[in-house]
C-alpha cells in the first residue's frame, strides 16, 4: 500500500471527514524542501478522497511570525524591523533594502510559491497566520493559555527538558514599535494582556492581532480552531521533546483531539546539504519547475517514503528519475497486480508503484509521445518547429523548460550535445571510410543505424571501443557521449555522411 494510502486508512479510523495541514513561514525563498510538506499534505487528502472521506486540505502561512534576525539576503536596514510580524513589515526589493511597492515581506516570498503550487495541481485553502490573529479566530485558545499558563510552563519545560524563564508568558505582545523584543508581560485580565516595553506600559487585545502565541503554543492552537485531523512535518518537530511531543498536551488542555502525526525527513541539494531558506541554500519551487515537469517533482515526493530522506540533483538523476516514471506511465499496472503468481513482496512493490504513479499524475499530463530523455536530445539538435511540427502542440510546454535546462548550469555534461559543422582531422581514416559506407546503405532509423555501425566494425575487425572513439570525435567531437543511433536519425543523413569525409 502507498505510504499515503496508509496514512488515509489510518485517518479513517478517526472518522469520515478530515482536514489535512501544512504550514510555513514566510522568512525567505521558499524551496523544493517545503515542496514535501505541501505534497505530503496533498497525497493525503487525495488519498483520503479516493478512500471515499470528506477531505480538505489547508496552507497556514505563519506570516504572524517575527523577522528573527538580517539574513544574509536581506541589508543591514532589515535590523529595524527584527521582532516585528513579517507581514507587517516592507518586501525587500531586488538590492535587498526595504521596498515601497506595497507588498509585505511574507507576501514577496509567498506569491512565487502559490503560483508554483498551481503549476503542480496543489490548490489548498489558504489561511493566513497573522489575519487569523486580528479576525480573533486564536482569541480563545490564547485566553486559555493566558489562564492556565503554570500548568503551560509545566508541560512544556517537563517534556521538552528545558527551563523557562522566571518572566516567561505564554503570549507574546507587539511592543510600542511593532516588536516582539523587549516587552516584558506584566499581567492579565481578559481581553488584554498588560506588558511594558523600555519602562513603557501598554496592553494587548487578545481579540486583535496586537501580539501572538509563541510557537509551541500557536501550533495546536491552530490545530483546535482549523479542526486539523492531520498535519505532515519535519523530524525537528517530531523529534522526543519537540514541539509535536508539547503541542499533542498542549492540545488536550484546549480540549481538543490532536492531529494524527507524519513525520519527513528533509531534502538536500546534492553535495550542498539541508534547504534553508534564511541562509539562502535553495532551488526555489518556481526555478525547479522552469526545468522539470510538474509531474516529475511531484513523482520525486510520491515514489518516496515520508521517512526516507532525499538528494535533489537536477543533473542526470533528473534523467534517472524522468526514465522511472515514464517507464511506470507505460505499464499496465492493473493487468500485473492480477497476476497470481506475484510474491507478496512483488504485490507490495506494485501497489507503490501504482500508488505513486496516482499521486504524480496531473489531468494528461502523462499522455506523452516523446520522453525526456529523447526530448533532451531532440532539444539540441532540432529547431522548437522542428519538433513541434514533427510531436504536436503539445510539446511546447516541456519542450521550454528542457531549453532553460539544456542552458542552465544543471544539465548533465555527458547528455550535452553538439554535432560538429566540419570534417575532423586526425581520425583512422579506414574506421571512418568503412563507417560512411555502411551508413550510405542503411535506412535512416535508430535501429537500422545502429545495426549499421555494428555490423560495419564486425565485419571489418575493428574494436567497438576505437569505431565508437572514431564516430563519436567525428560527429560530436568527443570521445563518448549519449547514445549515438537515435542522434544521427534526427539529423539529417546527408550531414552526418560529410562529416565522414575522409
Not at 495541514?21 to 523544493?32: K, N
Not at 508539547?246 to 534547504?275: C, Q, R
Request: proline share 6%; aromatic share 8%.
Amino acid at each position: 500500500m502507498h505510504w499515503a494510502d496508509f496514512a488515509a486508512q489510518t485517518l479513517s479510523q478517526r472518522g469520515d471527514k478530515h482536514i489535512i495541514a501544512s504550514g510555513i513561514t514566510p522568512s525567505g525563498e521558499f524551496h523544493i524542501g517545503h515542496l514535501r510538506e505541501i505534497l505530503t499534505g496533498d497525497m493525503i487528502m487525495r488519498a483520503c478522497k479516493n478512500a471515499g472521506m470528506d477531505a480538505e486540505f489547508v496552507f497556514i502561512v505563519d506570516s504572524a511570525d517575527p523577522l528573527r534576525k538580517v539574513y544574509p539576503f536581506l541589508s543591514d536596514e532589515y535590523e529595524q524591523y527584527i521582532g516585528c510580524a513579517l507581514a507587517t513589515i516592507p518586501a525587500p526589493d531586488e538590492n535587498g533594502k526595504p521596498g515601497n511597492d506595497g507588498r509585505t515581506y511574507a507576501q514577496h516570498f509567498l506569491e512565487p510559491f502559490l503560483a508554483a503550487l498551481e503549476q503542480i495541481d496543489v490548490r489548498p485553502r489558504i489561511i493566513d497566520n497573522y489575519t487569523s490573529y486580528a479576525n480573533g479566530e486564536f482569541a480563545e485558545k490564547s485566553r486559555i493559555a493566558c489562564e492556565k499558563a503554570d500548568e503551560i510552563r509545566e508541560i512544556i519545560e517537563r517534556v521538552s527538558g528545558r527551563e523557562l524563564a522566571d518572566n516567561w508568558f505564554p503570549y507574546n505582545p507587539y511592543g510600542h514599535d511593532g516588536s516582539l523584543d523587549g516587552v516584558t508581560v506584566t499581567g492579565f485580565e481578559w481581553p488584554y494582556v498588560h506588558w511594558e516595553q523600555n519602562g513603557v506600559p501598554g496592553k494587548s487585545d487578545l481579540n486583535k492581532a496586537d501580539g501572538k502565541l509563541p510557537w509551541r503554543i500557536d501550533w495546536p492552537a491552530k490545530w483546535g480552531w482549523v479542526g486539523v485531523t492531520c498535519e505532515p512535518f519535519g523530524k525537528d518537530h517530531g523529534a522526543a521533546g519537540g514541539s509535536y511531543a508539547t503541542g499533542k498536551e498542549i492540545s488536550v488542555l484546549f480540549g481538543d483531539n490532536p492531529p494524527h502525526p507524519l513525520v519527513y525527513e528533509w531534502i538536500s541539494l546534492k553535495g550542498e546539504g539541508a534547504m534553508s531558506s534564511s541562509t539562502g541554500n535553495t532551488i526555489g519551487p518556481l526555478e525547479a519547475l522552469e526545468l522539470v515537469p510538474p509531474e516529475i517533482l511531484r513523482y520525486l515526493i510520491a515514489s518516496t517514503k515520508p521517512k526516507k530522506a532525499i538528494t535533489f540533483d537536477a543533473g542526470m538523476s533528473l534523467v534517472e528519475l524522468a526514465d522511472e516514471y515514464e517507464r511506470l506511465l507505460s505499464r499496465n499496472l492493473d493487468e500485473e497486480m492480477v497476476d497470481d503468481s506475484l510474491s507478496r513482496r512483488q504485490k507490495v512493490a506494485l501497489e507503490d508503484a501504482e500508488g505513486a504513479l496516482r499521486m504524480s499524475k496531473i489531468g494528461d499530463s502523462g499522455n506523452t509521445n516523446v520522453s525526456f530523455r529523447h526530448l533532451a536530445m531532440l532539444a539540441q539538435v532540432k529547431s522548437d518547429d522542428e519538433i513541434i511540427n514533427t510531436i504536436g502542440e503539445k510539446v511546447s510546454d516541456r519542450l521550454n523548460r528542457m531549453r532553460n535546462w539544456i542552458s542552465g548550469p544543471h544539465f548533465p555534461e555527458e547528455l550535452r550535445i553538439k554535432i560538429r559543422d566540419e570534417t575532423m582531422q586526425g581520425l583512422d581514416s579506414d574506421i571512418i571510410a568503412c563507417l560512411k559506407v555502411s551508413l550510405s546503405n542503411c535506412e535512416w532509423r535508430p535501429n537500422d543505424i545502429g545495426n549499421a555501425i555494428s555490423t560495419c566494425f564486425k565485419e571489418n575487425e575493428i574494436s567497438p571501443r576505437e569505431g565508437y572513439r572514431n564516430l563519436y570525435l567525428a560527429i560530436l567531437g568527443v570521445e563518448k557521449g549519449p547514445r549515438l543511433a537515435p542522434i544521427l536519425s534526427e539529423v539529417e543523413k546527408e550531414r552526418v555522411l560529410n562529416l565522414l569525409e575522409v
